[in-house]
T-cell receptor, first 113, second 114 residues
């Protein structure tokens, strides 16, 4: 199946813990993204990588650290989790063009207690 | 930076009626405007898109219009069906280091009543 796949689907953890979300795409795209969707459904871009190079880094706390080992993978590591980090995190990919759609993964629902 | 405003935030229509969702954007350099549909618990999925060299595009019951001068674009769904119920997002793309950056509107929750 050609797709953007991310794991895990659900993540429940306590404040202060460190967790990672993994993302992989087999669409041959050069650009990958992390978006955060909060409880009000707002989709906000966090990071984008193009061929393993960080391109976009929005005003995200430095507790969030993306890592791209190759252009097909973009992982997100979060240190010292806080209650406000609870959200759905979507990975996405696209070709390297400004007029290309995003292909989203199925999302990771992170709940911090 | 780019800002995308979307209205209304909620929309309720009777089955068979039309639904219109409107968006405005701030960056005049934006050149690509996709629309996504997100069903409950699912990922956003592209339903239609329009590029800046086109004023209107139609795909069966869905159409988008773009007014670059006014920086407005709209989604029109005709003959709505209950399965059209979902959250709809507009987006505008700007260029950052030769890659696209999609900024999303706040979303519209569409409810189609049978």
């Amino acid at each position: 199946d050609t797709a953007v796949s991310q794991t895990p689907k659900y993540l429940v953890t306590q404040m202060g813990n460190d967790k990672s979300i993994k993302c992989e795409q087999n669409l041959g795209h050069d650009t990958m993204y992390w978006y955060k969707q909060d409880s009000k459904k707002f989709l906000k871009i966090m990071f984008s990588y193009n061929n393993k190079e960080l391109i976009i880094n929005e005003t995200v706390p430095n507790r969030f650290s993306p890592k791209s080992p190759d252009k097909a993978h973009l992982n997100l590591h979060i240190n010292s989790l806080e209650l406000g980090d609870s959200a759905v995190y979507f990975c996405a990919s696209s070709p390297t063009r400004a007029d290309s759609p995003l292909h989203f993964g199925n999302g990771t629902r992170l709940t911090v207690t | 930076g780019e800002n995308v405003e979307q209205h209304p935030s909620t929309l309720s229509v009777q089955e068979g009626d039309s639904a219109v969702i409107k968006c405005t954007y701030s960056d005049s350099a934006s050149n690509y405007f996709p629309w996504y549909k997100q069903e409950l618990g699912k990922r956003p999925q592209l339903i239609i898109d329009i590029r800046s060299n086109v004023g209107e595009k139609k795909d069966q019951r869905i159409a988008v219009t773009l007014n670059k001068t006014a920086k407005h674009f709209s989604l029109h769904i005709t003959e709505t069906q209950p399965e059209d119920s979902a959250v709809y997002f507009c987006a505008a793309s700007t260029l950052v280091s030769n890659t696209g950056k999609l900024i999303f509107g706040q979303g519209t929750t569409l409810q189609v009543k049978p």
